[in-house]
């Protein structure tokens, strides 16, 4: 059961506990998820949803909704770029947007246009282009938005691909 609050983000949520607290609640919504073992406080077998309950946190795995890599990548249309910020995700993002030294990136869509804002579907990624205008910096920082909801956010060096290393023989 996944454990969610109306006063704290889902995201956050799990990173609020350590492993073995115990935690009371209320069940707001029941899901398939499995993330939390549950026991009800009222003694009753079945755990509906208005339930109090008593969590039990028996493991600490938290792992972001997307995650993030940066790489070479060079489209000359519509848009001329050597660097893309590559956005995947184990859940779908409704309205995906990606910012980049607070300065928002395109990506390519099916026909080809520019794109400031597309939805990510579930297990698939996308590739948001940083101009060739842009100067490209380790230190900038790279925001991942589900519409006005911040879900990453990283500096561009933590996740840059490095080049393989070429040497002569």
Not at 113 to 135: A, T
Request: some cysteine.
């Amino acid at each position: 059961m996944t454990l969610e609050t109306k006063h704290r983000p889902r995201d956050e949520t799990a990173e609020a506990y350590r492993t073995e607290q115990v935690v009371d609640g209320t069940v707001m919504r029941i899901t398939g998820a499995g993330k939390f073992v549950v026991c009800p406080l009222t003694g009753r077998n079945g755990v509906r949803v208005g339930n109090p309950v008593r969590i039990i946190v028996a493991e600490r795995t938290v792992r972001p909704p997307v995650s993030l890599e940066a790489r070479e990548e060079r489209p000359t249309f519509p848009i001329s770029s050597t660097w893309a910020i590559i956005v995947s995700g184990y859940e779908s993002i409704e309205r995906c947007r990606v910012f980049y030294n607070h300065m928002q990136l395109s990506a390519i869509d099916h026909l080809g246009e520019l794109k400031s804002e597309m939805r990510l579907p579930r297990d698939s990624s996308l590739s948001f282009h940083i101009p060739d205008s842009m100067e490209v910096n380790d230190v900038y920082l790279v925001e991942v938005f589900d519409g006005d909801h911040l879900v990453r956010s990283d500096t561009f060096g933590s996740i840059r691909t490095m080049p393989p290393v070429r040497t002569e023989v």
